[in-house]
């Protein structure tokens, strides 16, 4: 039972263009949502992050949006750079339970 | 200061041998999470641990896996009796407090195992 979704598994975006990356969830209960970045042989690091109180949250070139009737929120990266190539993971988490649940990734390459 | 320490980086193992996977978290931090990833796939939880107790282990496999996070040393993850499905990436994080609302887990650069 996946709660959290990355329905796309890549996405290739040019330099300077925005990247969108896409979650969905099912539990109601979750409320607080993170997106981690990882390098290959590397650990996650921590990205950004919204809880279910707002709707956007917003670090520099990273926004995160959260849409909670839909159960969905998004990523935005923009301008996206060839640096921010890497596997991007969505987590929630929730009052009821004790752990990140994560998405199964989506990998952007930011090409030249 | 140093963030989540994980060793060895590469685990060879022949299938039937055991496994031993290490943590410490950062310093400060008092609560554990094993993570694996098996290849194409996400992050899957395991165990979720503070000093000296499992909190919850509702991902660890009923059969050959355990876990422990003793009151002085490292976290330890223990596979014992390795079999080839078992060839993934582990991950431990470590995190502050209590509940995981507006907290953030701290990653180490995992454990690669390789089963023969």
Redesign the interface.
């Known amino acids: 039972d996946q709660q959290v979704k990355?329905n796309s598994p890549s996405l290739s975006v040019q330099e300077g263009r925005i990247s969108i990356l896409n979650c969905d969830y099912t539990n109601s209960m979750f409320?607080?949502f993170?997106w981690?970045k990882k390098y290959p042989?590397?650990?996650?690091?921590?990205l950004i992050?919204i809880?279910s109180i707002k709707d956007k949250n917003e670090d520099g070139r990273f926004t995160v949006f959260l849409n909670k009737s839909a159960k969905h929120l998004s990523l935005h990266i923009v301008p996206s750079q060839p640096g921010d190539s890497a596997v991007y993971?969505c987590a929630a988490?929730?009052?009821n339970?004790?752990?990140?649940?994560?998405?199964?990734?989506t990998r952007l390459q930011v090409f030249p | 200061n140093a963030g989540?320490m994980?060793n060895p980086r590469h685990l060879v193992r022949r299938r039937g041998q055991e496994a031993r996977l290490r943590c410490s978290p950062m310093k400060g931090h008092s609560h554990v999470?094993w993570?694996r990833q098996l290849p194409e796939?996400?992050?899957?939880?395991m165990v979720?641990l503070q000093k000296e107790n499992i909190?919850?282990e509702s991902?660890m496999p009923k059969e050959r896996f355990s876990a422990e996070f003793p009151k002085e040393g490292p976290s330890i993850l223990r596979i014992q009796q390795v079999v080839r499905g078992d060839s993934a990436a582990y991950?431990c994080?470590s995190s502050l407090s209590?509940?995981?609302?507006?907290e953030?887990?701290?990653?180490?650069?995992?454990t690669?195992l390789s089963v023969l």
């Open positions: 990355q409320d607080y993170l981690y042989a590397e650990g996650p690091t921590f992050s809880s993971f988490s929730g009052a339970t004790d752990k990140l649940i994560f998405g199964t990734g | 989540v994980q999470y993570y796939e996400g992050l899957k939880f979720y909190i919850d991902g991950f994080a209590t509940g995981l609302t507006n953030k887990l701290f990653f180490g650069s995992g690669q």
